[in-house]
């Protein structure tokens, strides 16, 4: 890339408007999971082994070790395959559901070598650690992460704890881009330069107050330091991605690439390399067969739990609600399952008896828009409808549909006949699973998103599901209601 006269006098300006990178949070991101890790395990393991009697009794099979040994070597194990298996890698720290992923994962794997190192050298190890330490510990790890992650998002919420970023492509994609990026603020990445190779940045609001540059610029503002991550957008030219990333070889910034198929994540893909080229491979989304069938067993078990658990309780508020109008205490209303087919679901009720009736007219009067409808304070709740909305208390009942098989425990959001008929040709998507009672939409502000986001959030659920998503979507649920963010 050649320089200019004034090049140097750009890039002087540029680099004094970004501020410098707080790098010091990686590392001190990885001690800290580290440090956390070893609390967690060891607590898990050392608390569990206590309730065995014998501990200081010789292993049958290897008379050289007692049961303390071995929750030492298991500790250490389990300790260090949590770090070579990536869950505390800076690149997911802080992802969320690829992080608890690994986490499980690695999990498994210690104590699947357990089991197969005891079958192997018939080493008579005791059932309680797969019974009790290997269920205690992931619960506990998963809690430890969760804690974690809420106060680096909170950090990032602040601006603190972020990667200065700079983008590369078209303008419209860069925009794109940074409001995504500016939105999502978990991600870690905050846009500090833009460079446009093709549009004008002056139309799109979202790039105002960026540092814009030129393609000759871009080496040299990276080789200042200021820069921690490189994103090249959908439309950056292929050959001179390739050079872009000779040239930052010796580099420790960042170089992401933006996939040109945006709803495929990566439980999806997989890279392999032929002869010097590399292949995207990506599995086609399954709706059927033996994964759909363990989360319909999964629903079965988990609503099944739910409605016994909580049966004390919704008899309560049963009780409350007729108590406040004398209306029915259960909502029923249609809304659109699997494949388009109808079906009724079940909630208490939390609006005034007629509230059907208005809903035409409310429509009407915030834009016509049926789609994803919902009013912040809608009138039509009542006193006890909005502290049952607060905490997801309403939808209880809909376990009930879970366990005849019209709804999943983890799913798109369920939506009636009137939201649907506005559907387009790729909204129709969403209706390839069941919908559910929680899901990406209510773990990701609830009903403070927008339509367009809990639409995207639906359909990256439809295209990207997997059985230990589902699972930690059901954890993160649990935080969020019992907080009460975002409810409507």
């Known amino acids: 890339m050649s320089e200019h006269p004034d090049e140097s006098e750009i890039l002087a300006s540029v680099t004094s408007a970004i501020d410098v990178p707080e790098r010091s949070w990686v590392v001190k991101g990885e001690i800290g999971l580290t440090l956390l890790d070893i609390f967690v395990v060891t607590a898990t393991v050392f608390t569990t082994f206590a309730f065995r009697p014998g501990l200081n009794a010789e292993l049958s099979g290897a008379p050289n070790l007692s049961y303390w040994e071995i929750g030492l070597i298991l500790d250490v194990l389990w300790v260090v395959v949590l770090g070579l298996y990536g869950s505390r890698s800076p690149r997911i720290l802080g992802s969320g559901i690829e992080e608890y992923q690994k986490l499980i994962v690695a999990s498994f794997w ?117 820069i921690g991550a490189l994103i090249l957008t959908r439309s950056f030219d292929r050959e001179q991605a390739r050079r872009l990333s000779w040239q930052l070889e010796d580099s420790p910034v960042l170089l992401i690439f933006q996939p040109e198929m945006l709803d495929v994540a990566g439980p999806r893909t997989r890279v392999r390399a032929i002869e010097g080229m590399s292949l995207v491979h990506v599995d086609l989304p399954r709706y059927s067969g033996y994964k759909f069938a363990v989360k319909r067993l999964f629903d079965i078990v988990f609503s099944s739990a739910a409605l016994i658990i909580t049966s004390p309780l919704l008899l309560v508020v049963a009780i409350l609600i007729k108590v406040e109008d004398g209306g029915p205490v259960i909502f029923r209303q249609e809304r659109i399952g699997r494949l388009g087919k109808p079906f009724t679901v079940h909630k208490f009720r939390t609006m005034c008896v007629d509230a059907e009736a208005k809903v035409g007219e409310l429509i009407k009067e915030n834009g016509g828009h049926a789609l994803l409808f919902k009013l912040e304070d809608d009138p039509r709740v009542t006193r006890i409808g909005k502290f049952l909305r607060k905490y997801s208390i309403d939808e209880i009942p809909q376990f009930w549909t879970v366990l005849k098989g019209a709804m999943s425990v983890v799913g798109p959001r369920p939506q009636v006949a009137r939201e649907v008929a506005e559907y387009s040709d790729f909204h129709y998507r969403r209706l390839l699973m069941k919908p559910g009672i929680t899901g990406l939409w209510q773990v990701n502000g609830r009903s403070d998103l927008s339509p367009e986001d809990a639409i995207r959030l639906d359909m990256s659920y439809v295209e990207n599901w997997t059985l230990t998503g589902d699972l930690v979507i059901i954890l993160k649920t649990v935080a969020v209601v019992l907080k009460g963010e975002g409810a409507a």
């Open 110 to 226: 210690v104590f699947a070598f357990a089991a197969i190192f005891s079958y192997c050298f018939r080493v008579e190890l005791s059932r309680m650690m797969f019974l009790t330490t290997l269920p205690i510990g992931i619960v506990t790890l998963l809690l430890g992460r969760w804690v974690a992650r809420k106060y680096l998002v909170k950090l990032r919420s602040i601006g603190r704890a972020t990667t200065p970023t700079l983008i590369i492509g078209d303008a419209a994609e860069v925009a794109e881009l940074v409001h995504d990026l500016n939105h999502w603020t978990v991600s870690g990445f905050r846009p500090r330069a833009i460079c446009v190779t093709s549009g004008a940045a002056a139309e799109y609001p979202d790039l105002e107050g960026l540092q814009s540059i030129t393609e000759e610029l871009v080496i040299p503002l990276v080789g200042t330091g200021k």
